[in-house]
């Protein structure tokens, strides 16, 4: 199957600093890639759906001066934490949407292996 | 109404065991049916995936997806220990500019 490669998978920081996550897809061209977060034992929390090229569309109740997304590349999105606080750690997840082609003629969602973020 | 109900389970059940989890949807524009499993601090993995009704069989696992009932299941035969995890169902389609999904069923199976 597709890989979407995640990093950091682990961060700490502190309070203040600003935190960067990248989310590549390693073997298809991902125009449309999710950004999630998800909190112990809870399901995904989607952030943000973010196209390349364009700006990314983010859920209510999520603050895009807060979490900047930029996905300036077919294969790679990234999710910038601005002036992190204790109350942003959580886990961070992305995904990339692998649009139907010759060799895989149906749509399917493939994520990345997640970043736990610390703010101390 | 949710898009998409899971019971988020814990399930327990014995190895060897069959093990069944499902899901159940309200808009019945949806085409892709998804399964993940997510083990405890890493990213879901797909595992099966099914566009439209049908069913597909891909070694211990078998999809189901009933558009008639907006219904889909999961099963697993011969369960291992190793299948411990929460299994995400989730779906979309070509209409949809994002997927929907279940909040997760956790599965325990015992040695």
């Known amino acids: 199957g597709a890989v979407v490669s995640q990093h950091p998978s682990r961060v700490i920081c502190k309070s203040g600093t600003s935190v960067k996550i990248e989310c590549r897809s390693l073997?298809?061209?991902?125009?449309?890639m999710f950004w999630y977060r998800q909190f112990p034992k809870k399901s995904l929390m989607l952030m943000a759906t973010s196209n390349e090229g364009s700006k990314a569309t983010y859920e209510q109740g999520v603050e895009k001066d807060k979490f900047l997304i930029n996905h300036a590349s077919l294969t790679l999105s990234t999710l910038t934490v601005t002036s992190a606080h204790p109350e942003d750690s959580s886990f961070y997840i992305c995904?990339?949407?692998?649009?139907?082609?010759?060799?895989?003629?149906?749509?399917?969602?493939?994520f990345g292996s997640g970043t736990q973020l610390s703010v101390l | 109404q949710k898009e998409v109900e899971q019971d988020p389970g814990p399930l327990s059940v014995p190895e060897g065991a069959i093990v069944s989890l499902n899901c159940t949807y309200s808009?019945?524009?949806?085409?892709?049916f998804m399964w993940y499993r997510q083990y405890s601090r890493k990213g879901p993995e797909l595992l099966m995936y099914t566009y439209s009704s049908g069913n597909k069989e891909d070694g211990r696992f078998t999809a189901q997806v009933d558009k008639s009932s907006k219904y889909i299941s999961l099963f697993i035969r011969d369960s291992q220990p190793s299948d411990s995890a929460t299994y995400l169902c989730?779906?979309?389609?070509?209409?949809?500019?994002?997927?929907?999904f279940g909040s997760g069923t956790k599965l325990n199976v015992k040695p």
């Open positions: 995904s990339a949407r692998d649009y139907p082609r010759p060799d895989s003629p149906h749509e399917k969602l493939f």
């Open positions: 073997d298809f061209q991902a125009t449309t």
């Open positions: 989730a779906m979309g389609g070509n209409n949809f500019n994002k997927f929907y």
């Open positions: 808009n019945s524009a949806f085409q892709y």
